[in-house]
C-alpha cells in the first residue's frame, strides 16, 4: 500500500514537472526575464515603512529594481536652500539595499516638483544664469555623493523636450539655456563617474519629440558629453501610442549607441479630461471621467491585457538594447492615476490589481520571456 502510495505522488509530481505551462506558472516575473532586463516598479513611503505590507510582498517575488516616486525629488531633498533633508531618501535607499534591489534615483533637475526658492533671489526675482549654475551642480553633487556607489543609475534631466522636439521654456532654459543639459550630466558624471546617466521623457513615441531627443543627445555626443541611456516614460492608455511607433523610437534610440529603459509604465483606461460648460455638464462630465468606479467590465479588462502584452512582447523583441522596464506603481490602489488629473477617479493601469492580485498579462508576460 504504502509503495502505491508513493508510485502515486511521484507520478503526480513528474505531472507537475513537465506538463507544458505548470513549471512556466510557478515563475515570478523577474525570474521570467532574468538575462532579458530589469524589471522594476516606483514605490513611496507605505510600502518603504511596510505600511502596505501586501504589496512589499508582490515587490519582493517579482521585482528586481525599485524607483523613488517622489522623496528623492528636489522639493523633498532640498526644500530650502542650505538645508537638505534625506530622511525619506536614506530609508528608501536602506529599503532596496535590504532587499537586494538594483536601485534606480529619480530625478535631479527637472523643473516640475521643484521647490520654489531654487531659482529666485530673496526678493523673488530670477536668479543669474551663474547662480542657478551653481544652485544645480551643489545640488547634483550633494545628492550623488551621498549615494555614490549605492544609486546604480539617476535619472538627471527629466522632460526638457516639447512634444514638437523644441526646448521646453522651463526656468532651467530660460535663466541657463539648453547648456543646462550638458552641465547637468557633467556635473553627475563628475559626482559619480560609475553611476549610469540617463535621459528621461514621456510621449517617446511621438515623431517630433523623437527627432528632438535624437537631436539633443547627438549634439550632446559631439560635445563629448556621454549619455548612457534613454528613459522611455511609458505613461500609455489605450489608443496611445502604437506599438508601432514605440519600436520606431525604440530603434531611433537604440541607434545613439545608449541603453533605453522603458522608465514609468503604466496604462490608464480612463478617457482624458475636457472642460464642462456649466452645473449639469460638470455633472456628466465628471461622472464620464470616472466610468469604471465600481469595477472593470470583462471585455475592458481583457482589451487592457492584450494591449499590455503586446507591449512586453516589443520590449522582448529588444531586449537586447531594452536594460530596464519598471512599472509605476505596484498595484493598482496605490497608481498617481487614481487622483490625476482629477481626485477621486479608479484606474486600473498597473500588472497587480486593488486585491494584490496579477492580472492575466503577469501570465503572459511569464509565458513570452520563457520561450
Not at 506538463?19 to 525570474?31: H, L
Not at 532587499?99 to 530673496?122: C, R, Y
Not at 546604480?152 to 541657463?176: C, H, L, T
Not at 456628466?284 to 512586453?312: C, H, I, Q
Request: hydrophobic content about 40%; charged content about 25%.
Amino acid at each position: 500500500m504504502q509503495i502505491k502510495r508513493s508510485l502515486v505522488a511521484a507520478v503526480a509530481l513528474l505531472t507537475i514537472i513537465f506538463t507544458p505551462g505548470k513549471c512556466i506558472a510557478q515563475q515570478t516575473v523577474k525570474d521570467a526575464l532574468k538575462g532579458k532586463f530589469l524589471i522594476g516598479a516606483a514605490i513611496n513611503d507605505d510600502q518603504v515603512t511596510g505600511k502596505d505590507s501586501l504589496s512589499d510582498k508582490i515587490l519582493i517575488q517579482h521585482f528586481n529594481s525599485i524607483t523613488a516616486e517622489n522623496c528623492m525629488k528636489s522639493e523633498v531633498v532640498q526644500p530650502e536652500e542650505g538645508k537638505f533633508d534625506f530622511t525619506q531618501a536614506d530609508r528608501f535607499i536602506a529599503f532596496g539595499e535590504k532587499l537586494n534591489m538594483s536601485i534606480h534615483g529619480h530625478v535631479l533637475i527637472w523643473h516640475s516638483q521643484a521647490p520654489k526658492w531654487f531659482f529666485v533671489d530673496k526678493n523673488g526675482k530670477d536668479v543669474s544664469r551663474k547662480v542657478l549654475i551653481e544652485r544645480m551642480k551643489k545640488y547634483i553633487t550633494t545628492v550623488m555623493k551621498r549615494y555614490k556607489g549605492r544609486i546604480k543609475s539617476w535619472d538627471v534631466v527629466n522632460e526638457a523636450i516639447m512634444d514638437d522636439g523644441s526646448f521646453r521654456p522651463s526656468k532651467f532654459y530660460q535663466i541657463i539655456g539648453e547648456d543646462y543639459i550638458r552641465l547637468a550630466f557633467q556635473f553627475a558624471r563628475k559626482a559619480d563617474p560609475k553611476a549610469l546617466l540617463i535621459y528621461n521623457d514621456y510621449s517617446m513615441a511621438l515623431p517630433g519629440k523623437r527627432e528632438g531627443v535624437v537631436k539633443m543627445i547627438r549634439n550632446l555626443q559631439k560635445q563629448g558629453v556621454k549619455v548612457d541611456g534613454i528613459g522611455m516614460q511609458g505613461h500609455f492608455s489605450m489608443d496611445f501610442p502604437t506599438v508601432a511607433d514605440e519600436e520606431k523610437s525604440i530603434e531611433a534610440f537604440a541607434a545613439l549607441g545608449v541603453k533605453i529603459s522603458i522608465s514609468e509604465l503604466d496604462m490608464t483606461v480612463l478617457p482624458s479630461p475636457y472642460q464642462g460648460a456649466d452645473v449639469a455638464q460638470k455633472v456628466a462630465f465628471e461622472k464620464g471621467m470616472n466610468p469604471y468606479a465600481n469595477g472593470l467590465p470583462d471585455s475592458v479588462s481583457t482589451t487592457w491585457n492584450n494591449r499590455m502584452g503586446e507591449f512586453f512582447r516589443l520590449f522582448l523583441k529588444h531586449s537586447d538594447q531594452i536594460s530596464r522596464v519598471t512599472l509605476w506603481g505596484v498595484t493598482d490602489h496605490q497608481t498617481w492615476r487614481n487622483d490625476w488629473p482629477i481626485r477621486g477617479r479608479k484606474d486600473y493601469p498597473l500588472l497587480f490589481d486593488r486585491n494584490y492580485q496579477p492580472k492575466a498579462v503577469v501570465q503572459t508576460i511569464i509565458e513570452e520571456a520563457s520561450r
